[in-house]
């Protein structure tokens, strides 16, 4: 069973930053692709940052410009650095990894004050 953990959330004022951490248990080499996301009180899940075969990454349009999303094979871990943080940021903060299947991770809160 792959474990995924989060680290890094926490409560920020508007215009901080924050660096969330994903530590995973076995080697992410093999992963297709690698992501965060993020769930708001009363809204969907949703993709925040991603990172794909050949190190290709997406974004929400939210986050452009002020996320930037890493993953270190060697350390196996996948990162998100996130400035310029706005309230609307608020959110659990969730890990994923997978290829045929998805793993995730339990989430890291993110509180970003006005």
């Known amino acids: 069973q792959v474990q995924l953990v989060e680290s890094g959330g926490g409560l920020v004022q508007a215009g901080g930053s924050l660096r969330l951490s994903c530590a995973v248990s076995?080697?992410?080499?093999?992963?297709?692709?690698m992501g965060w996301y993020r769930q708001a009180p009363g809204k969907q899940r949703e993709s925040v940052a991603r990172?794909?075969?050949?190190?290709?990454?997406i974004y929400a349009d939210s986050v452009k410009g002020r996320f930037t999303i890493s993953r270190d094979n060697a350390k196996n871990t996948l990162s998100l650095q996130m400035n310029s943080l706005r309230p609307e940021d608020t959110a659990v903060y969730y890990c994923s990894a997978g290829s045929l299947r998805v793993y995730w991770g339990q989430g890291t809160q993110v509180t970003v004050s006005s």
């Open positions: 990172i794909i075969s050949g190190g290709t990454t």
């Open positions: 076995r080697s992410i080499g093999s992963f297709n692709a």
